[in-house]
């Protein structure tokens, strides 16, 4: 179901050069509980700047567009917004390189995004889902890839790691972080249980199944994927952990090419080059019930608003009964003993 927003938010959008879309789900009557609407908006983007430009003038020139971006959510009535994966930065991962890529890394607890995002939060009443490279002073200054979450109120409510790392392609992401290490946390928020799956998250159906079982009504996806590789699967894998999960999903990809100052090779026997490959857009929200919105551009920077009523998560559940039916001990018990390194699969022979 289209959903109707103001005016001078679409012009707004048409100024700053970005595609709105306005999308809404509806859940049945219910006579114990009323209506529980909320309106994400997912966004996606381009980096403004080549990656030669300096980090500070690179950093700022994201927080000056999304700011923008952020302003015509709140003309839409946006309560809980999500940023794609890494968003302060170009997605350098590719190359290897550590400088000066590792200075985009922040403090997930006062750098310079989070405390811009918690003015953001404040100033529009929004919850904002800030997907950053971590730099983690306390232990060793490690790097993360980390989601920042915070209140409408603008105080941080908590972070949440990525717990799977690509070895795929030119997604060279283990040579930065590591496996998170936060298991699957769900943030209460004012609008509703949220949690966030970082990217290539989203292959790993027990990743997604762990935030739904602790709670989650809807889970963000912030990912920075291309083409070649993945776009056979993007509209396959959220919308399937919506329907699996009983929950909304938000699948969010980065848009454009980026292209770095050093080539870089894939060890596949091809030429060296100096891009990742064209981030294909195409963000979406999914629902329990197994409809999802249409996505945002291939190719250009967007905002999709969408507003959800929650009530439908329970209303699948009880149609479904996953979560009842789901045999979790029997997996629990199976899956302790796989792990073991002298297990020995039950293949029954003649
Ligand atoms: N950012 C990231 O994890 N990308 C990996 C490729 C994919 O999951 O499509």
């Not at 283990?174 to 943030?187: A, D, I, K, Q, R």
């Not at 209460?188 to 709670?215: D, E, K």
């Not at 291309?226 to 980065?254: D, Y």
């Amino acid at each position: 179901m289209s959903l109707d927003l103001p005016r001078r938010a679409f012009e707004a959008a048409c100024q700053g050069d970005f595609e709105l879309q306005g999308h809404g789900f509806e859940a049945a009557e219910e006579q114990m509980r009323r209506p529980q609407l909320v309106r994400v908006g997912l966004v996606q983007n381009k980096t403004p700047l080549p990656a030669e430009a300096p980090v500070v003038e690179q950093v700022s020139a994201l927080h000056r567009r999304i700011e923008a971006i952020v302003e015509v959510a709140a003309m839409c009535g946006v309560n809980i917004i999500c940023f794609q994966e890494a968003w302060t930065m170009p997605f350098a991962f590719c190359t290897r390189e550590k400088l000066p890529w590792t200075e985009f890394a922040e403090s997930a607890e006062d750098g310079i995004t989070t405390r811009f995002c918690q003015k953001l939060a404040k100033k529009h009443s929004m919850v904002v889902i800030s997907p950053i490279l971590e730099r983690d002073r306390d232990h060793g200054d490690v790097l993360w890839n980390t989601a920042v979450v915070i209140s409408n109120s603008g105080a941080i409510l908590g972070k949440t790691r990525k717990n799977h790392i690509p070895r795929v392609g030119d997604f060279n992401e283990s040579t930065y972080y590591m496996e998170g290490n936060l298991g699957h946390p769900v943030f209460q928020t004012q609008f509703g249980r949220i949690a966030v799956n970082i990217c290539y998250g989203r292959h790993h159906p027990l990743n997604w199944l762990m935030y739904s079982i602790n709670g989650a009504e809807i889970i963000f996806n912030p990912s920075a994927t291309i083409g070649t590789l993945s776009e056979s699967l993007w509209p396959i894998e959220a919308r399937n952990a919506a329907i699996a999960n009983h929950c909304f999903t938000c699948a969010i990809n980065r848009v454009g090419e980026e292209h770095f100052p050093n080539e870089f090779t894939s060890g596949d026997g091809k030429k060296a080059h100096q891009d990742f490959g064209y981030f294909y857009g195409s963000s979406y929200v999914a629902a329990p019930d197994g409809s999802r919105t249409p996505g945002l551009s291939r190719n250009r920077d967007g905002l999709l608003v969408t507003e959800l009523d929650l009530n439908l998560c329970r209303q699948m559940n009880d149609v479904w009964n996953f979560k009842m039916t789901g045999r979790y001990e029997m997996y629990a018990r199976e899956l302790a003993e796989a792990v073991k390194p002298n297990y020995s699969p039950p293949i029954l022979k003649e």
